[in-house]
């Protein structure tokens, strides 16, 4: 455990859950821009989200439609769409995603039991919500490939 800003884990569905159109449909439709985009509304804790982690770069909070016993999200509070969209200037950035998912791993209990990450990117990368995040997953043995 180390500096961490965020409320207490526990609880759940806070927010709506939606498995939503193709991100370019949700791109076209929203604009997606941080006003409209979900992952910057519950970053600004317009929507209510019980994080697990909060720093001055990122927050962690439980997905609504988990797929492993342990299914966070790590997000950045700067809307950047998807990690193809990152530059040579977000190295710093991306670091710190990776090392606080790392920490949450710590943090979930999954560290030595294993865990995977993933950056879903685009359509046909399976992204539904056009704001970069890293899914960590556990507590359960993953498969490969994934389908
Ligand atoms: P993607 O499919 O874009 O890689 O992942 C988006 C993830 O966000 C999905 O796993 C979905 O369940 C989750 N999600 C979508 N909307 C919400 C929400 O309002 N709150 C939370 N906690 N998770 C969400
Ligand atoms: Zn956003």
Request: aromatic content about 4%; glycine content about 10%; hydrophobic content about 35%.
């Amino acid at each position: 455990m180390s500096s961490n800003k965020g409320t207490a884990m526990g609880g759940g569905g806070e927010e709506r859950e939606h498995r939503s159109p193709r991100m370019s449909e949700r791109v076209s439709a929203s604009g997606s821009t941080s006003q409209s985009c979900i992952f910057c509304r519950i970053a600004k804790k317009e929507l209510p989200s019980e994080f697990v982690h909060e720093d001055e770069q990122c927050v962690a909070f439980r997905d609504v439609n988990p797929q492993a016993p342990v299914h966070w999200l790590i997000v950045p509070k700067r809307h950047v769409e998807r990690l193809h969209d990152l530059t040579e200037a977000d190295r710093p950035l991306l670091g710190h995603l990776v090392l606080t998912a790392r920490l949450m791993a710590e943090r979930a209990g999954v560290a030595e039991s294993g865990y995977r990450l993933v950056v879903n990117n685009g359509d046909d990368g399976g992204q539904t919500v056009p704001h970069l995040h890293l899914h960590l997953l556990g507590g359960r043995a993953m498969r490969w490939p994934p389908g």
